[in-house]
């Protein structure tokens, strides 16, 4: 820290002691902040306490833009009379000679650092070593003012907002029903899905009615299909009698038909 303000201009123990007379009479004395205090050099302050030096460094501490901040003595200077804390102007960039660019191949070539990291590497630079960090362009105070003039409140922050809302559930698929039915005498089976009709009722065999039925493990159900079954049974039983009856008796007439030509 002393090699770093090594011809630096700071703060004398006269001015010190001024400051501490101007602050025990309410005054806030100004301050210019040396090359030491890095990027802010220039820059006017208003010194608002002094700390006690057997802590830190760092122990004047200043107001700068809406900020307070510590700095050590050699990092400031009594503030001359009429400083705005405005820097002096940079000199007009040297003219550039046109330069003849010739086209090149660069595929295999590094790519050149850009500009925002050489200058994140410059303003690193300008730094006196200390950890203390430089003060945002935020709080920098603007051209013409007044050291005097009171920060401005700050905007009201803004309300914040409701939390959403907790997100609703899926809204789960409608049912599907499967029916099987019977009626005059034929099983059938239809599948919906809510109103959408995935099959329509279709004529399955008895006996691929019962193994349905006999998945459904309820009482009176699977009694009730046998005994439908059973009187299908019955009524085909005594249909194919009848048929029977009825054939023989064609095959005799047509037996005579036969003995008679």
Known sequence: MA????????LSSDDLQMIRDELAAGRKPRVMFTESAGQIAGQVGQVVTLADPAESDEWVVVRFGRDELPFAPGDLQ??????TGRKA??????????VRVEPEFVIDKPVPPSRSSGAASSAAGNGTGSSRPAASPAAERPAGASPATPAPASAPAPAPRKAAGRA??????PGLTVTLAYTDGEWTVAANQGAKALAKPYVIRPAEAMRMVSLVDVPGVQEAVEQILAAERAEAEQQADRLRAELAEIEARLQELRDAG
Do not use: D, F, L, S
């Open 3 to 10: 090699a770093a303000r090594t011809g630096v201009r700071g």
């Open 89 to 98: 102007p940079a000199p007009p960039p040297a003219p550039v000679q046109p």
């Open 78 to 83: 009594i503030a001359p009379k009429g400083a």
């Open 168 to 173: 609703g559930k899926p809204k789960p698929p």
